[in-house]
Nanobody, 116 residues
Framework: QVQLVESGGGLVQAGGSLRLSCAAS????????MYWYRQAPGKQRELVAGITNGGITNYRDSVKGRFTISRDFAKNTVYLQMNSLKPEDTAVYYC??????????WGQGTQVTVSS
């Protein structure tokens, strides 16, 4: 199994930056790809960014050019650098990992609030 723990959320003004971290433990060598999702109040959870073991990244259109996903294999950690934050980025951000090709793990989430 894989366990994920997020950190780095908080309150920031519009235009500011935050960096989220997600530390993985357990069967980390079975991880195929890692993702960041978010869920705003009253809305469905949505994919924000993903990164494969080979370093291929993908982003939802609304965060392209502002957010960067990266992974540090030595620290078993994936990051989400968020710049030029907007109030509409306010949500609970969740880390997610695909492992052993068929399993999925979620972190507990971290709140990001962007004030206008």
């Amino acid at each position: 199994q894989v366990q994920l723990v997020e950190s780095g959320g908080g309150l920031v003004q519009a235009g500011g930056s935050l960096r989220l971290s997600c530390a993985a433990s357990g069967s980390i060598f079975s991880i195929n790809a890692m993702y960041w999702y978010r869920q705003a109040p009253g809305k469905q959870r949505e994919l924000v960014a993903g990164i494969t073991n080979g370093g291929i990244t993908n982003y939802r259109d609304s965060v392209k050019g502002r957010f960067t996903i990266s992974r540090d294999f030595a620290k078993n950690t994936v990051y989400l650098q968020m710049n030029s934050l907007k109030p509409e980025d306010t949500a609970v951000y969740y880390c997610n990992a695909d492992y052993d090709l068929v399993y999925n793990a979620w972190g507990q989430g971290t709140q990001v609030t962007v004030s206008s």
